[in-house]
């Protein structure tokens, strides 16, 4: 009898252990789990696509089979949830684009240019971008000379990393007519050698419009064409996981088949949402509601998200929509992209309908607007849990900011648009109102969901550059003072946590994303310095080392 009961014991414990064995398990990390009940933790263990553990090291390794387990010692590098860009508009990147960002040795443009061209057939259009000459070794503006003699046969195009300048070759200036002789158009620069007089090649804003290319079209049949999108895909996927973004959020649509293809040919590594275009036409409702039934909130890779609306332009432009006129053009205080009755028709149509609903707002007016939407569909159609989006809500009426928690509205942030924003934002529409602009910190105090993402292709997809901003405000250079507006900067902690468990609220996967905890999906990433420590001249520099999705390595830097 004694035995017996033994034996059972053995079996009962055995095969409790046996189930408790990992797939994979992180350890002797510093793992920031972002969930308040157990703030930092050591090592993780994960089953399938789910985290069944966190905890020591020692604990952990207990549930490693010697078979079957992968293990990854973290050796004391930062362990994070796996970032969630709330706020990008993905999709398939043009594979013949050279990428220059990050270029710090002006001779790799030449040496990307030759490579490219030596693929390509006389008088195709080369076209590459977002370098920025203020990160190379001699922060010099690059010239012509730096790819004419790779490319005497072929129009270069490379476009600086803010869009607003542009270098070219001698055959574009050929083509486009540009001598010494020509005269810089107005609102742009043709830039100009002070010795020779020659154009450099360089060409600032409004001379872009000179450029024409004389480039010999492309010939691709349409199988060459579709695989040439897949090809941008898998490249765009490629860049997500090396940046850690395990989550995207993708504003209005997006071809949900090719997502499809790539889960069903095991090649999605980053989990997608994709949303339509709001409407108050009562049969493309009901089609979306078809479109969410296909693609639930409940599923965890591909899903149907909100319905996008613009209510006004941009800061930049000045077509933000302000209560009041921009200071530096006071003939104008913006554009609203439609008339409010015709915007809170749609709001209140679409809301009575159950879709979360995310609106593109800039100007004080545009937010205060859309505020008034949200908060007239609660009035007819009653509250509920609907987590409307203000998407941007970039610069606020100081009286809006509680707005945003009584009634339950997402302020959906890019902070890298603050501090590329910040050179003209207050030329443009003065201190005062500066006051409530990219005012995260001003929000949060106030009870307001936070969900931060980027905005790419607006903005680089690396969220290093979002956490930087978030937590200094000073332009990527890095400035001397305490930053623009410095008592909206959060702590790196607080920045972390509106990356990763702030869009998994936006998007209703609380209960299951952004935190590492027992039950959670494990979407981890493992960076190469501790954000949490260094200084603030190192965030940006910081990379990823190990990205996993649904509790497969994605990618692994190798270190
Ligand atoms: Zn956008």
New binding site residues.
């Given amino acids: 009898m004694y035995y017996n009961l033994m034996f059972i014991l053995f079996c009962i414990t055995a095969s409790c252990t046996m189930k408790e064995k990992a797939d994979l398990v992180i350890i002797n990390g510093k793992v920031l789990t972002i969930d308040k009940d157990n703030p930092i933790s050591e090592a993780i263990a994960v089953r399938g696509e789910t985290i069944t553990a966190v905890g020591t090291t020692e604990e952990i390794s207990r549930m490693v089979d010697d078979r079957l387990t992968k293990i990854i010692d973290a050796g004391g590098r930062l362990v994070i949830p796996g970032f969630n860009d709330a706020?990008?508009?993905f999709g398939p990147l043009d594979p013949d684009y050279i990428e220059l960002r990050y270029t710090t040795d002006p001779s790799l443009i030449t040496q990307k240019v030759k490579a490219r061209v030596a693929r390509s057939k006389p008088g195709e259009l080369i076209k590459g971008g977002h370098w920025e000459h203020e990160m190379f070794n001699d922060r010099k503006w690059p010239s012509k000379e730096l790819i004419d003699k790779v490319s005497p046969d072929n129009p270069v195009v490379l476009s600086r990393a803010d869009g607003h300048s542009v270098l070219v070759n001698s055959y574009v200036l050929r083509m486009s007519g540009i001598t010494k002789d020509t005269g810089d158009p107005f609102g742009g620069e043709i830039q100009k050698d002070p010795v020779t007089g020659e154009p450099t090649g360089i060409l600032k804003e409004s001379a872009e419009n000179l450029v024409k290319t004389g480039a010999v079209k492309t010939e691709r049949t349409p199988a060459e064409e579709a695989e040439r999108t897949w090809q941008g895909y898998l490249l765009a996927l490629k860049e997500a996981r090396e940046f850690g973004v395990t989550s995207i959020q993708i504003?209005g649509s997006a071809d949900f088949s090719a997502y499809e293809r790539l889960r069903d040919e095991g090649l999605l590594t980053s989990r997608i949402d994709i949303g339509r275009s709001l409407t108050d036409d009562s049969s493309r409702l009901k089609e979306y509601l078809a479109l969410g039934k296909k693609y639930p909130r409940e599923g965890n890779w591909i899903r149907f998200g909100y319905l996008k609306a613009f209510i006004d332009g941009t800061i930049g432009s000045g077509t933000a929509l302000m209560f009041e006129p921009f200071n530096d053009n006071p003939a104008t205080s913006g554009l609203a992209m439609m008339p409010y009755e015709e915007f809170e028709k749609m709001v209140v149509a679409a809301d009575k309908y159950g879709f979360q609903i995310g609106v593109?707002s800039i100007g004080d007016k545009g937010n205060n607007w859309t505020l008034n939407a949200f908060e007239k569909a609660i009035e007819v159609n009653g509250r509920r849990d609907s987590r409307h989006r203000d998407?941007?809500a970039q610069t606020l009426l100081l009286s809006d900011i509680p707005r945003f928690a009584q009634l339950g509205v997402i302020a959906s942030m890019?902070p890298t648009h603050c501090i590329s924003d910040k050179k003209f934002c207050e030329k443009r529409i003065g201190a005062e109102r500066s006051g409530g602009a990219y005012a995260w910190k001003s929000l949060l105090d106030a009870g307001a969901s936070l969900a931060f993402g980027t905005?790419y292709q607006?903005e680089p997809l690396n969220p290093m550059e979002g956490l930087y901003a978030a937590v200094t405000r000073k332009d990527r250079l890095g400035e001397e003072g305490e930053g623009w507006f410095p008592g909206e900067k959060l702590s790196m902690e607080e920045a972390l946590r509106y990356y990763t468990l702030g869009p998994a609220y936006a998007q209703f996967m609380e209960a299951r994303k952004g935190i590492l905890k027992k039950g959670y999906l494990a979407d981890i990433v493992i960076t190469d310095k501790d954000l949490l420590t260094i200084p603030e001249d190192q965030i940006m520099k910081t990379k990823v080392d190990y990205t996993i999705a649904g509790g497969k390595v994605v990618y692994s830097s190798g270190r």
């Fill in positions: 706020h990008v508009h504003p593109h998407e941007h890019q905005d607006v």
